[in-house]
């Protein structure tokens, strides 16, 4: 598709053709072999890509493409990917001098290795050590203290639970006459539901 526009461009050094869609339907089945039905769908992609312009003039679209601005676009796509090129280089010699750098002191040495062995032996140990202490935080000051908070808190609200269904009680004994007993086989309280002290 690109070709019926530069070749045009090529033939006529003077003056630059510019395409209605109608004109470019014609002539792409024609001298290109693409089929009339995807002649709008491939332009409006090149249009999307940037490599065709267009622009509606009144009731109608015009298409063009210069072969100088495919060129320009390769060369700042080039220069830009050469730019990029250049600063990965750049990043990479600073890795490559990092890893060098971090290397100094770090050789295999016979103290290196005891020194190597010698944390893994205190990483252990502190594993255990964590362990132990896990073992008895039952009887941690401040998870005793976090337990009688919740412990708390649970009771308070068992207590307003028990308000709540003593209220309910009394205000259907009040409505409907019932007695207590039935109402407490009825819902399946307890007989001896009382507030937790």
Known sequence: MMEIFFETCLLCFAQKDVFQLKDIEKIAPKEKGITSMSVKEILQSLVDDGMVDTDRIGTSN????????????????????????????????????????????????????????ELAALR???????????????????VIEEMRKTNKIAMEAANRWTDNIFSIKSWAKRKFGFEESRIDKSFGIPEDLDYVD
């Open 62 to 117: 015009y298409f063009w493409a210069f072969p100088s601005k495919a060129l320009h676009a390769r060369k700042r796509k080039l220069e830009e990917l050469e730019s990029q090129f250049a600063e990965s280089s750049q990043k990479k010699e600073v890795l490559q001098k990092s890893i060098e750098k971090s290397k100094i002191g770090r050789e295999d040495t016979a103290e290196r290795a005891a020194l190597i062995e």
């Open 124 to 142: 252990q140990k502190k594993e255990q050590l964590k362990a132990e202490v896990d073992k008895y935080r039952e009887c941690d000051p401040d």
